[in-house]
């Protein structure tokens, strides 16, 4: 069973000159299952965010199509919540308005139940009613990713949210969005430019080219969770990934 | 690297018991960052040992982080706030008695001194002047503001929106925009005659274009990321326009409302001294024929003066509301 399949999409902005064109994406087929957690890696610029914003509707592909649950996607839709590189989380509504944004058809009481679940899910919990510029860059990303949650969306599509936080964090955040994916069983397909992320995280890898933009490899990352970052099947898979992507594993070597 | 040292995920799916789960997964939600660390303890001392000012729900605001000597003093010390009276009022004094002697030495008999002008005041308040033409003022710019807010931030979100309206409409803005409200004056008299509606009228030209132009440029800056949001969460036009884009527009709004309001006050004192018999304005110009009582007319300056104080005051006061404090940089 599918949740998402993208059929042969390809895109290309256009260029600064007239009649110029920018080839990003380059037929770009993927299938993601109910309930699996996929992770897109590929390096900076290759096109990943473009791939994510078309998969949830904000972009037209210049050819081929999205489907969801069958569905040909044509916008975005609040059973499929979108998680933003660059925070979404609404400045002028603190932590608890925020996570209530996507309940506006629910009554009160249900609305501040709900809300103080995925509060608590992402340890918010003492923070309702700070307002988002008052809090950390790893509690505004929790902010969002409880209303996402909150919303109770099918799918979550998730664009580099921990890319600007430090390493620690980073790993802390890792953690609990596996224990949450566990718990909630979402779909979710995750963009990221760090390989160890992606093998970190996810059942599958798909792993991008350069621009033009194709799939290159899809690795399957069959291992048992919790995952141990020094246990020999992690680092086969990541290893793997650093290979594919063309990338020496020895710092100061020039890539291959 | 120990063996279980770096763990992700938990064994077991589900999700851990609501009391245990912030203490075993959530017991600072970011290591590294010390604004998430302790849940609404005080992080630092002001130096006589006051708590910190707390923000609401608990949070901590973000703290300055300090290195070496400095440290960020909360409150501050009785000196710094004594010198900040001291400075403004010592220069107002020094400013006066320089007034007062230029006029004496140089016996002009025209101008006013500080004493005159403290006498009209009182002689205004008196004759319950004073009261009534400052009303008169005030009231002629509440209207005409109101009008220009009702009007002008509803018509700037809708031009800042839909682009079409904007092509459209825009050259007309511009076109109007740089004629000054004082020009308006012989018509708004043809129009209205000598009543209230002519000044309330012309502070509503006055200020509806800046209010109009700033709530375009709002939307037209907006950031991508919450409209997509909003969009993704399946907002109607409607309540995309309440809760979305008035809202992220609203610090650059109230910006515009308050550079609204000094032209509003500046534009009712001269439509007073023409079109009505009552207000500051008409306290100047009243003043000023009726025997050159020029310690009125510089009376009846130090009142708008002060009114335009006490209004930009006022209007600043609404950039401190967390809905919108957000857009004004760093506090
Ligand atoms: N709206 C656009 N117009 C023109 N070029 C774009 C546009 N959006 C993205 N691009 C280009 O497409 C490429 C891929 O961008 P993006 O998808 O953001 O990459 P990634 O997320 O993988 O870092 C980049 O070279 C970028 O400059
Ligand atoms: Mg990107």
């Known amino acids: 069973m599918t949740a998402v399949s993208i059929r042969n999409v390809s895109m290309r902005f256009a260029g600064k000159k007239n009649g110029d064109s920018i080839r990003v994406l380059e037929n770009i087929d993927a299938e993601v299952a109910h309930g699996e957690f996929v992770c897109i890696v590929g390096p900076s610029g290759c096109g990943k965010s473009t791939l994510l914003n078309i998969v949830a509707g904000f972009l037209k592909a210049t050819s081929g199509d999205v489907l969801v649950e069958g569905e040909p996607v044509i916008a975005p839709d609040p059973r499929r919540i979108f998680v933003f590189q660059e925070n979404g989380v609404f400045p002028w509504l603190n932590v608890h308005e925020n996570v209530g944004f996507g309940l506006r058809k629910q009554t009160r009481a249900q609305r501040d139940q709900t809300i103080a679940r995925y509060i608590d899910m992402v340890s918010l919990a003492g923070f309702e009613n700070a307002y988002p510029h008052e809090l950390s860059g790893g509690m505004r990303q929790r902010v969002e990713i409880a209303r996402a949650l909150a919303a109770n969306p099918d799918i979550i599509y998730m664009d580099e949210p921990f890319g600007a936080l430090d390493f620690l964090t980073r790993l802390k955040m890792r953690a609990d969005l596996v224990r949450i994916w566990q718990s909630e069983k979402k779909t979710i397909l995750f963009v990221t430019h760090d390989i160890e992320e992606a093998v970190q995280l996810a059942d599958r890898v798909l792993v991008m080219s350069n621009r033009p933009a194709t799939i290159q490899e899809v690795v399957d990352v069959d291992l048992p969770r919790p995952r141990h970052l020094d246990s020999p099947g992690y680092l086969e898979k990541r290893d793997r990934i650093f290979k594919v992507m063309g990338m020496s594993l020895r710092v100061g070597e020039t890539a291959t | ?331």
């Open chain 2, 1 to 331: 690297m120990s063996a279980d040292s770096e763990i992700l995920g938990s064994a077991l799916p589900a999700r851990p018991p609501a009391g245990a789960s912030r203490a075993v997964s959530g017991a600072s939600p970011d290591t590294s960052e010390p604004v998430a660390t302790d849940l609404g303890a005080p992080t630092s001392q002001g130096v006589f040992g006051a708590a910190p000012k707390t923000t609401r729900g608990g949070a901590c605001a973000p703290q300055k982080r300090v290195s070496g000597k400095k440290l960020f003093v909360w409150p501050p010390s009785t000196d710094a706030l004594l010198w900040r009276i001291v400075r403004p009022v010592g220069m107002a004094a020094l400013f006066l008695t320089a007034w007062g002697l230029a006029v004496r030495w140089s016996g002009s008999d025209l101008f006013p001194t500080p004493g005159n002008v403290a006498r009209g005041i009182v002689e205004l308040i008196q004759k319950g002047l004073l009261f009534k033409y400052i009303v008169a003022s005030l009231f002629r710019v509440s209207w005409g503001f109101t009008l220009a807010v009702i009007i002008g931030v509803p018509l700037g979100l809708v031009l800042g929106w839909y682009s079409r309206a904007f092509q459209a409409l825009n050259p007309f803005i511009q076109i109007l925009r740089p004629i000054s409200p004082i020009a308006w004056i012989p018509l708004a008299i043809l129009w209205f005659g000598v009543s209230d509606a002519a000044p309330i009228f012309l502070i509503f030209l006055a200020s509806v274009f800046p209010i109009t132009v700033s709530s375009i440029a709002a939307v037209q800056n907006m950031q991508p990321v919450y409209l997509r949001a909003a969009l993704n969460f399946g907002l109607s036009t409607g309540e995309l326009f309440r809760q979305v884009i008035f809202r992220a527009c609203l610090p650059q709004i109230i910006t515009g409302i308050r550079i609204a309001l000094g032209v509003a006050w500046l534009v009712v004192v001269a439509a007073e001294m023409i079109a009505v018999n009552s207000g500051l304005g008409y306290l100047i110009i009243d003043a000023r024929n009726a025997g050159k009582r020029y310690d009125l007319v510089v009376a009846g300056m130090v009142m708008i003066g002060l009114i335009g104080l006490v209004l930009d005051l006022l209007v600043r006061q609404l950039e401190k509301f967390d809905e919108v404090r957000w857009g004004y940089g760093r506090k």
